[in-house]
């Protein structure tokens, strides 16, 4: 079983539309959770943390459930320039914080 | 300027062959990782380094070797390439209380 799990999509969605990424984590000490956004051929960068008791920037929504391990990514009036894949990261207590990372969940929004 | 510049952006080589890849950073940051990236795995840290003394294995450490030459400088060998090396490879680097953030562009590495 992979440590950190998403649907890879794709999901496809028109502009405008409300749409929503799972990601569940299978180590029981993991301790700081991220969303990372990946565009094409590019390097990924941090998009926002996950914070026990949910948090919000803008359009995104990040929450954390942590007796069901699992992360949520919530995107509201999607835009064009939303389209990328999106990372679930997980660093797990102990180890040197190091990041381990989803295989991603890819988005494209349609015009 | 990038803040963590990798080189080269791209390689073509063959099995067999020794390949380094470089990373440089200006963030002035200790902290450094190499990963690799296939599709549908996500990325995987294959070596990382806290200071110029310091270097650990990741979770795909064979095949692979690193060099701290510096505080900025980190890099990567392949030192006989097999063909399921062929991947992306990302460079980042963390200060020490934050989570590698700071990636670089990436090397597209194919091994014939």
Not at chain 2, 27 to 43: A, C, F
Request: hydrophobic share 30%; proline share 4%; glycine share 6%.
């Amino acid at each position: 079983r992979k440590e950190v799990e998403q649907d890879p999509g794709p999901f496809n969605v028109p502009e405008g539309a409300t749409v929503a990424f799972n990601c569940t984590y299978s180590n029981s000490a993991s301790q700081s959770f991220f969303w990372y956004r990946q565009d094409c051929r590019k390097e990924p960068k941090l998009l926002m943390s996950v914070y026990s008791s949910g948090n919000e920037d803008g359009r995104f929504t990040a929450q954390l459930n942590r007796a069901s391990q699992y992360i949520s990514l919530l995107i509201r009036d999607s835009k064009l320039s939303d389209s990328a894949t999106y990372l679930c990261v997980v660093i797990v207590s102990g180890s040197a914080r190091q990041l381990t990372f989803g295989s991603g969940t890819q988005l494209t929004v349609l015009p | 300027d990038a803040d963590v510049t990798q080189t080269p952006r791209n390689r073509i080589t063959k099995t067999g062959k020794r390949i380094m890849l470089e990373c440089s950073q200006t963030k002035g940051h200790d902290r450094m990782y190499w990963y690799r990236q296939d599709p549908g795995l996500g990325l995987r840290l294959i070596y990382y380094s806290f200071d110029v003394k310091d270097i650990n294995k990741g979770e795909i450490s064979d095949g692979y070797s690193v060099s701290r030459q510096a505080q900025a400088k980190f890099s990567l060998s392949l030192e006989s390439a097999i063909p399921n090396q062929t991947a992306l490879y990302f460079c980042a680097t963390s200060d020490p209380n934050s989570q590698p953030q700071h990636f670089g562009d990436g090397t597209r590495l194919s091994i014939l």
